[in-house]
């Protein structure tokens, strides 16, 4: 099909304007988040909405691109799942306890909460509740990250927040899958799923710990190559791998990406060369920028907005505010009250959302249309939510730093303050 619809030069370079135009587009909504703080998710989605909608392109081209989604959705996916993995360090405790407490209750609540609701609602089994729940698990790094980084905040605060924000997205997608599994298997027996759910789960994380350390060897004798193109290529080729013979692919890339993040460690134990490239590169960055545009973009193609998932949305919307300001008075009691107010502005849903919603979808089970459009327009008001509250939190605690650096410029030592934690009491 595609190659009858670029028959002709004319398709082909009409092909290659939209998809330069969409990439333009990503860098600009970029440049206007940064300025304005609109969400880049909420102006990418609208663009394919209005390719969709206004017939800029031709239906048949419009169903190519369309076709194009689970295809970035997966690269999407693996992507997330490798970056989660890479930042755990093995030679320390893990940094920010609270961080990872915050990050699995994101989607535990919700899971349990949906499941409720959707059953005493609407009769759905309390399996495709939590499955909601779970796709609506995570807190958007593209959106936090960029917001916290700009913040003059303590570092045990940031890491907080960068790590809730990270590894709830992990968490959603373990959770997901596994929930997945339980749905495919609701035929076997307890002995026989036991032993399905172990196998799932083992022959993923032997992949993920001979295709690290192997790589890890055959990188001891590249130096001077530039190996990241190739390392995540390595993780692109594990996940399908698994994926063939039905594991769980996103375990064997959390594994592999733990192992490459840690690759010192392991080298110096088993005395490699350390040519492995660990930190984030530019590489890295301008195919995360390409991954989400085109994602987002194709998203917006697909999606149907309408009255009755909007009120759907609307009140799922609030019951994660609910949840959030649980979690948040619970959990950050000893915090300043401007920090818990900026923590409990963390809400946008994203790519994992967007991304489990699109799996779903093509999965044909139960309700996947419903669950899809409705985590659609989540992740509409939730951005909405979370760029005017923010707003509104980030300028309280400018203010109050501004304040300290007048304070401490006029003291009469020269300035110089006694530091004091930024975060906590």
Do not use: C
Not at 152 to 178: D, G, Q
Not at 373 to 392: D, E, G, K, P, Q
């Amino acid at each position: 099909m595609a190659i009858g619809l670029l028959s002709s030069g004319t398709e082909v370079d009409l092909l290659l304007a939209v998809i330069s135009l969409i990439i333009i587009l990503g860098y600009l909504s970029e440049v206007l988040f940064k300025r304005t703080r609109i969400p880049e998710v909420m102006i990418l989605i609208v663009i394919g909405l209005i390719i969709a909608q206004t017939k800029l392109l031709p239906s048949s081209y419009i169903d190519t691109l369309r076709g194009l989604t689970p295809l970035f959705g997966s690269i999407a996916l693996i992507t997330i799942m490798y970056d989660g993995g890479k930042i755990i360090r093995l030679d320390k405790s893990l940094p920010s306890g609270l961080g990872y407490l915050l990050a699995l209750a994101d989607t535990v609540l919700p899971a349990i909460a949906m499941a409720v609701i959707m059953y005493v609602v609407f009769h759905w089994q309390l399996i495709y509740g939590a499955i909601l729940g779970t796709m609506l698990g995570e807190t958007s790094t593209i959106m936090i990250a960029p917001l916290i980084k700009r913040l003059n905040i303590n570092s045990k605060l940031y890491n907080m927040m960068l790590v809730e924000a990270t590894f709830n997205s992990v968490f959603s997608i373990l959770i997901f899958y596994l929930l997945l599994s339980i749905l495919g298997g609701s035929s076997m027996t307890a002995i026989s799923y036991a032993q399905y759910t172990l196998t799932y789960i083992s022959v993923a994380v032997v992949i993920g710990i001979v295709g690290g350390f192997g790589w890890l060897f055959v990188q001891s004798f590249s130096k001077g190559a530039r190996g990241y193109l190739a390392t995540i290529a390595i993780a692109f080729l594990l996940y399908a791998f698994v994926s063939f013979f039905n594991g769980a692919a996103v375990i064997t890339v959390l594994i592999y990406a733990i192992i490459i993040g840690n690759s010192k460690i392991f080298n110096n134990y088993f005395k490699f060369n350390d040519n492995t490239e660990t930190e984030s590169s530019d590489v890295e960055q301008q195919i995360e920028f390409l991954v989400r545009t085109f994602f987002f973009v194709l998203l917006g193609l697909i999606a149907y907005v309408s009255l009755y998932y909007f009120i759907f949305a609307v009140a799922i919307t609030g019951i994660l505010i609910i949840l959030r300001k649980i979690e948040i008075s619970s959990m950050m009691r000893k915090y300043d009250p401007k920090y818990k107010e900026l923590a409990l502005s963390l809400i946008p849903r994203g790519l994992t959302a967007a991304v489990l919603g699109s799996i779903y979808l093509s999965s044909g089970y139960a309700y996947a249309s419903t669950m899809f459009y409705i985590v659609f327009m989540v992740i509409i008001l939730t951005n909405i939510v979370f760029s005017i509250t923010t707003s509104r939190a980030s300028r309280k605690i400018e203010k109050a730093e501004a304040a300290m650096k007048t304070s401490a410029e006029s003291k009469p030592d020269g300035g110089r303050a006694i530091p004091q934690p930024a975060g906590v009491l």
